[in-house]
């Protein structure tokens, strides 16, 4: 069995099947010749500006070619690529690219007065890379992206340390403090647990070596093309992405930067595209409603998967999207960035999986808090985890490293916090996470960075961040606010309080004001309590 490196694949890809289409957005086409070209040319720009053996390049993009290129520039040099969610605000991202140690950024120019505003606080990062987007023109403390890219191949690119199997991917997610942790993936831990090389939905199987999987491809023949319509920033769009290179296929992207549920389904019909990777009901719920609008306006006959990780994805949904394309297959899949293939449930027309019910992956188990594997069918409760590929840890981070990679039965496991219960039929039922993290289309949002930048606000005495359940996000966030003396805050202040220094998708979009918080003698609050109290106060359902 090969030890993968994606670099080594994707020269591989290129040199087997060099005019094919790699990545597509709008009208512009990338083949895999200029894919393999361009990313060898700022892999070679990264090493020439002083990057070493495993220097962190971070991606803060949109969906857009150059995304997918810097992570594969980063492969190349024996980097490691690390993703930066575009909703964050100025502190938010300097944590992030401070944790990491960012020595280079790659940035869309709409972004350049943030990054002005926080690169005096990042003197580790050598290079800037400032992809021209007709916002701003290109700072001159930056390089210009496609002056590095643009221009002949210099050739298969690597630094002097090599490349490895043992070489990172760093994917950046929600921490339990609110900042961002970054899950440490090997890249052969990771190429094997997203496939090695196949796809299980689609009826690919894996490969065995880099030999077999270049051999697959037939330059004549058209192979997978994808689209990712959730963020690449994310490891849902990310990996799958990942999922559709390793094949030798095109990765489609939404020319659009503000979700068009039109654009999305006429860019599926214009590349016949065959697996589209959504977030659950943010992305399936307006699908769904335009279809069920303008039945017969789309020919989405070229569709065999649609694909959703990370947040609800109604059963009501899914046998709605069945009627109107009905030769597709949906698959809802159970995981985390920490923990991939948790579970998933597969759908097709005349049988929809029921909401939040997964079949459990093939190294996954569910064990009581004390370890005791959990036996399906005795109504017992416990904590999902998986082993088998699971990442390093937590970079930088080895109390929270301890606290999600545990051992249980003398094996290391992933256990990112999911309840669940076991069916006696092996099914699993996801309960919640044991902790408050509110999910809200997609994007996990944990309640103390929400309450302590709404505390800072005059007009707030005291303040919990809830979840109120959502059509479409899944959950939205309220805010349950003790008011200070004298004060009537009202949600538009509070709103725009919180939007000043935090992401806008953690703002509230809800308020409930309170006597009092009732906090216990050590600080804790009822946040089950109040959330009665704001759904009882808002007249919505649980």
């Not at 949906?330 to 027309?349: K, N, Q, R, T, W």
């Not at 992956?361 to 088998?388: I, M, N, Q, W």
């Not at 994007?443 to 961040?465: G, I, M, N, T």
């Amino acid at each position: 069995m090969s030890a993968w490196n994606f670099a080594d694949v994707y020269e591989a890809v290129a040199a087997r099947v060099p005019d094919a289409p790699c990545q597509i957005q709008g009208d512009r086409v990338i083949t895999w010749a200029q894919f393999d070209s361009r990313t060898n040319r700022l892999a070679a720009d990264m090493i020439e500006a002083g990057l070493t053996k495993q220097s962190k390049v971070a991606a803060y993009l949109f969906n857009c070619p150059e995304y997918l290129e810097t992570y594969v520039a980063a492969f190349k040099g024996g980097f490691a690529p690390v993703n930066t969610n575009y909703r964050y605000g100025p502190e938010e991202v300097t944590y992030l690219f401070d944790n990491a140690d960012a020595e280079a950024v790659v940035f869309h120019a709409t972004f350049v007065p943030l990054v002005e505003g926080i690169r005096p606080n990042l003197p580790g990062v050598r290079r800037w890379y400032c992809v021209a987007d007709g916002s701003h023109a290109v700072p001159t403390w930056a390089v210009d992206y496609a002056s590095v890219v643009d221009g002949p191949n210099p050739g298969s690119t690597r630094g002097p340390w090599g490349r490895s199997p043992d070489d990172l991917l760093l994917l950046y997610t929600g921490g339990t403090t609110g900042m961002p942790k970054g899950v440490m993936w090997r890249q052969d831990d990771l190429f094997n647990v997203i496939g090695s090389g196949g796809n299980a939905v689609l009826g690919i199987p894996p490969a065995a070596s880099i030999e077999e999987l270049a051999g697959r491809l037939d330059p004549s023949e058209r192979n997978i093309v994808l689209m990712s319509a959730c963020p690449l920033m994310h490891g849902t769009g990310q990996f799958s992405s990942l999922i559709a290179l390793n094949a030798g296929g095109a990765v489609v992207t939404l020319p659009s930067r503000s979700f068009d549920v039109g654009e999305l389904l006429h860019e599926v019909e214009r590349n016949r595209v065959e697996a589209l990777i959504i977030v659950g009901q943010a992305f399936a719920g307006p699908i769904l409603d335009d279809l069920e609008s303008n039945p017969g306006r789309y020919d989405l006959s070229s569709l065999r998967m649609i694909s959703s990780s990370g947040v609800m994805w109604s059963q009501e949904n899914k046998q709605g999207l069945l009627k109107h394309i009905p030769q597709v297959v949906l698959f809802d899949s159970f995981g985390s960035s920490e923990a991939v293939g948790m579970g998933g449930s597969i759908s097709a027309a005349g049988a929809a999986t029921e909401t939040a019910k997964f079949q459990l992956g093939p190294t996954c188990a569910v064990f009581t808090e004390d370890g005791r594997r959990v036996t399906p069918g005795s109504g017992e409760r416990g904590l999902v985890a998986v082993g088998g590929f699971i990442p390093l840890g937590y970079y930088g981070d080895e109390a929270k490293t301890a606290q999600t990679f545990r051992i249980f039965e003398g094996q290391r496991w992933s256990v990112p916090g999911d309840w669940a219960e076991v069916l006696a039929d092996g099914t699993l039922v996801l309960l919640g996470r044991g902790s408050v993290c509110i999910n809200t289309g997609g994007e996990k949002v944990f309640p103390e960075e929400v309450e302590e930048a709404l505390k800072r606000h005059s007009s707030v005495r005291d303040a919990v961040a809830v979840g109120i359940p959502d059509q479409r996000f899944g959950e939205t966030i309220c805010a349950v606010v003790e008011a200070a003396p004298g004060a009537t805050p009202t949600l538009e202040e509070l709103n725009a309080h919180v939007k000043a220094s935090l992401a806008p998708y953690k703002a509230p979009r809800h308020l409930v004001v309170v006597d009092t918080i009732g906090r216990a003698p050590n600080g804790k609050v009822d946040y089950k309590r109040l959330k009665s109290v704001a759904l009882e106060r808002l007249g919505v359902g649980s």
